[in-house]
């Protein structure tokens, strides 16, 4: 009996159907909440830094799927392997045998990272994290691990464990005894080193809630402090990793930088497979694999998928042959110095921050008299309404998507693919002056779309 399904007529048939699907089996308040600020969009295809709807509308993506499609969507060189290594027909996940493709993947990868020196390889970027901190503890044998305020390390539960935003943690508890230290002060590090039952530091170099980065020297400081006490520094390249700040990794921006872990994923996929890697020094991988009895005392099902790795390795040569990395310096450069610009112009427009293509666009409180009671306004309902009154214009009028960089937050961040070019960022910088000389106007849509914001803000107390 020969089995038929055609994909393609599955979503001409029932694709209409995709919010009411949603909310009827999936996450019942997220078409929700894309319905009230008008984010109910429905696109039809992708190629590269833009979305495109029935009507032939392109729409310009500065969220790169929160970091996902760092090529864009549908690169061709990545969708060719993909479909290349489907044609193989190859011997996939035996367990027991050792496939091509991890091994070369990893030996691009640990080309791009000196002084490491093997990879595991999982499915997401909470999993690296998982894996590191089981590496961490086991390779130490002490049992906490510190993490910064506020930061965002995946929402598994040990990845949660070392989450710096309460939101996410609350209602989950026991977690397990980890410890918040501020980003950048070694003296709270150092309290913390002193007692002795330490076992890693994990870092985000550019944290992105927020887009703070970490202050010059702290991370080699931070390195030289967890020596002292043997523990080892983490890195977190999930979101900042594969040439997002103008680097291949954003602790490459500080000499003498060399985490004993070092987390990626997000970028890696290319946008199709999900995949994560957490590469480690010799030594502590040989401690957690010892002997042919803990061969496989941590592993995962899918792990080293060869679709993966093959995607993984399209993304690798991408990144060589085009100099995505010089690329991002430049454009990045180029956004940041045109947002900072503006600065001086918009009194409500406090700061740009960031690196290469990860840059924070924070707002603040008015001089004047008149904006500001607005903003107090605003700000008394629920704090980040600002924010997101400027995130619903430039998709509504303008078609480009952005996103608030967290909760609570008067902060956009941008992280576009990292194949946007000064076309795009004149578009994005002419649509947000364009928002921001609404704004200061004193009225306005924005103004009125705030008042809306402001009663779901209070019903929702």
Request: charged share 25%; hydrophobic share 45%; glycine share 10%.
């Amino acid at each position: 009996m020969t089995t038929e399904f055609d994909l393609g007529a599955l979503l001409a048939e029932r694709g209409s159907e995709r919010y009411e699907l949603h909310a009827k089996h999936l996450n019942p308040q997220l078409p929700r909440m894309l319905h009230t600020i008008g984010f109910d969009k429905v696109y039809e295809r992708a190629e590269g830094a833009h979305f495109f709807d029935a009507e032939g509308n392109d729409y310009l993506d500065m969220l790169a799927g929160f970091g996902v499609m760092g090529l864009g969507r549908h690169h061709p060189v990545v969708r060719k392997a993909l479909h290349d290594v489907l044609d193989l027909d190859l011997a996939d996940l035996t367990r027991f045998d050792c496939q091509p493709l991890p091994g070369l993947l990893a030996e691009r990868l640990l080309a791009q990272s000196p002084h490491l020196d093997r990879v595991f390889f999982g499915n997401s970027g909470t999993e690296a994290v998982e894996t590191a901190l089981k590496f961490a503890r086991y390779a130490t044998g002490k049992p906490r691990v510190l993490y910064c305020d506020h930061a965002f390390h995946g929402l598994t539960t040990g990845s949660l464990s070392v989450n710096g935003e309460r939101g996410f943690r609350d209602g989950f508890a026991p977690l397990l005894p980890d410890t918040a230290v501020p980003l950048g002060d070694l003296d709270a590090l150092d309290r913390e080193l002193r007692k002795g039952d330490v076992a890693a530091l994990i870092v985000e170099p550019i944290q992105g809630k927020g887009v703070h980065e970490a202050p010059p020297g702290y991370l080699r400081a931070a390195q030289e402090l967890l020596r002292g006490h043997r523990a080892l520094l983490i890195a977190d390249e999930v979101q900042t990793g594969l040439g997002r700040t103008g680097d291949f990794y954003a602790y490459q921006h500080e000499d003498g930088v060399e985490p004993d872990l070092v987390c990626v994923a997000k970028a890696l996929s290319g946008g199709y497979v999900p995949v994560g890697a957490t590469l480690g020094k010799e030594w502590i991988f040989k401690k957690v694999y010892s002997s042919m009895d803990r061969v496989l005392v941590h592993s995962a099902s899918f792990g080293a998928n060869a679709q993966a790795m093959a995607c993984g390795l399209a993304v690798l040569a991408v990144m060589e042959n085009e100099q995505i990395v010089a690329g991002v310096r430049r454009t990045g450069e180029l956004l940041k110095s045109r947002l900072t610009a503006l600065i001086d112009t918009y009194e409500m427009l406090a700061d740009v921050r960031g690196r290469g293509l990860m840059i924070g666009i924070e707002f603040g409180k008015p001089s004047s008299l008149k904006l500001r009671s607005r903003w107090t306004m605003l700000q008394a309902a629920r704090k980040g309404l600002f924010a997101q009154m400027v995130v619903v214009p430039l998709l509504q009028r303008h078609r480009i998507l952005t996103q608030v960089s967290g909760d609570h937050l008067e902060v956009i961040k941008l992280i576009p693919p990292l194949v946007v070019d000064e076309a795009d960022v004149n578009r994005f910088v002419d649509a947000f002056t364009a928002v921001m000389d609404d704004a200061h106007s004193g009225g306005g849509l924005m103004w009125d779309f705030g008042k809306t914001l402001i009663k779901q803000a209070v019903a929702h107390r």
